[in-house]
Nanobody, 118 residues
Framework: VQLVESGGGLVQPGGSLRLSCAASGSTFSIYAMGWYRQAPGKQRELVASITSGGSTNYADSVKGRFTISRDNAKNTVYLQMNSLKPEDTAVYYC?????????????WGQGTQVTVSS
């Protein structure tokens, strides 16, 4: 599975951005997709995830501001980010989880920079 992100950039506090992640390859086997982020000097953290059945999960810090969705026909997952704050600044990575036997394999995109600053 290959993942390609787009949609990052510079935005002012309170603004919005939408990230996209297009998956290609063995997409039929994907169990869940999600977005992680990593700020300088910090560990990578889960932002939001969505399963193939549509169940979603969000980090407490983004609940009510971010929305994850997926278009199965396009094999694409989106992250709509509203009311952005400077602390949302990070590199955002797309993730796909694929079962392999008894294991779960993680696939990652190359990352896209989101900077929230005035």
């Amino acid at each position: 599975v290959q993942l390609v992100e787009s949609g990052g950039g510079l935005v002012q506090p309170g603004g919005s951005l939408r990230l996209s992640c297009a998956a290609s390859g063995s997409t039929f086997s994907i169990y869940a997709m999600g977005w992680y982020r990593q700020a300088p000097g910090k560990q990578r953290e889960l932002v939001a995830s969505i399963t193939s059945g549509g169940s979603t999960n969000y980090a407490d810090s983004v609940k009510g501001r971010f929305t994850i969705s997926r278009d199965n026909a396009k094999n694409t997952v989106y992250l709509q980010m509203n009311s952005l704050k400077p602390e949302d600044t990070a590199v955002y990575y797309c993730n796909a989880v694929i079962p392999s036997g008894l294991r779960l394999l993680d696939y990652w995109g190359q990352g896209t920079q989101v900077t929230v600053s005035s």
